[in-house]
């Protein structure tokens, strides 16, 4: 399947992933989208040391973790540099606080190629100072954006 | 029933009806002269002492009740009425007359003794179901967050076996087969995104997915049309209608359209009296001119959970195209 990409601008992406196959699979989507993949965590103090060297555009955050459900965590972390757009990937979306965690949004698991490109354009374009309208499917915002 | 001297010091009795004597257990000389506070004791509530005392100051009458004690120390609830009475010069006496509502007390303790211990039962119950009920809710969301991370692994593999194999039937086979857990995928992530997880919504369901294979598709070429309406199904009913119409189109779009020529599948899906018809249509080149195709998984699929959902289909042409009609009846309608 041919996924079109041109209007999208890339990306430099962390994933923080703990499930190999996923992450690997992850990996090649974004690849295909034309995204830069600047690292892949599986553990909370990986993810956070990877966030300090690289500096992502955007990091995509699984809660549970090597280390157990330290993605909430990771995620705070990360959205305190304000250079990092957090969003969270995750088939537990009920363990995400009120907050956030100063993350964007969430793609819910199992989520499909169509929902990740959706999600990293919509991000994209809220880096680019635009607000488009309402979230793509199989993405939901956090309160408040 | 006593009377007391009002202008005497002290307000002391003056006079007691043998009834007064035999219940405070008191002889008459033992009574007489002295102040009614003789049968307060340790029990004795000090505002309603006070509320009487207040009464007697304003000469007016009142109804009380105090816990008051015989000669032999045994306490007993007195309802006393004190009436003041008078002469020409004011209030001469007071008037008293009591009734003893011990009994009446008695039931009074014992049965908030039991209502607070059945209160204690309750909530004692009540903390154990919730218990048990926070614990089976987490189960369910642990159990939840493993079947959607399994299906995000299955096709995830699937996915990345396709990637490394070379062009042809086999690399098609396995992105064919991880659409088909995308489809499943869809249903299980929107089943349980909302509070009620015993209904599914077809026409959400089937707009996402549309979506999903639209987007895939070469857009100057292929077209998606929908018409699918709000229709709550069972959520038993959830995947197989899924796999149904990923199926049903999936197939319209590969065999409809393989000598690479444009078109249009319609889907359309409506409630009606005893349950729902879907309909999808394409504008290709018709059954009889596409390709045999002796596996034809696809097609059979279809058939399989239409007769698991008790349904119907039918594969007809259309002018051009073809178009298949099923009928899947809905529990509980007539």
Redesign the interface.
Known sequence: ???EHAAAPALRILVVED?A??A???E??LAELGHAIVGVAASSTEAVALGRATAPDVALVDI?LVDGPTGVEVARTLAADPRTSVVFMT??A?RIPGDFAGAIGVI???????AV?GALAYVAACRTGQRPQGAP??FRLAPGL | MIVTDARAPDNPITWANDAFVAHTGYGLPELLGRNCRMLQGPGTDAAEIARIGAALAAEEPISAELLNYRKDGTPFWNAMTITPVRDADGVAYFYAAQADMSHTHQLELAMRGTNDELERQVAARTTALSAALEQKTALLHEVDHRVKNNLQVISSLMLLKARRTPEGEARDALQGMAERIGALSTAHRMLYAEGDCTHFDLGEFATELLSDINAGLDADRLRIEAQVEPIAVAAAMAAPLALLIHELTANALHHAFHDGRSGTVSITAQRHADGIRLTVRDDGVGLEAAPPNPAGFGRNLAEMVVRQLRGRIAWAAATPGTRVEIDIPLRGSA
Do not use: F, Q, T, V
């Open positions: 399947m041919e996924i499930e196959l996923i690997l699979e992850l090649c989507l549970h088939a537990n009920k819910a698991k199992p989520y499909s190629e169509r490109e499917d199989g």
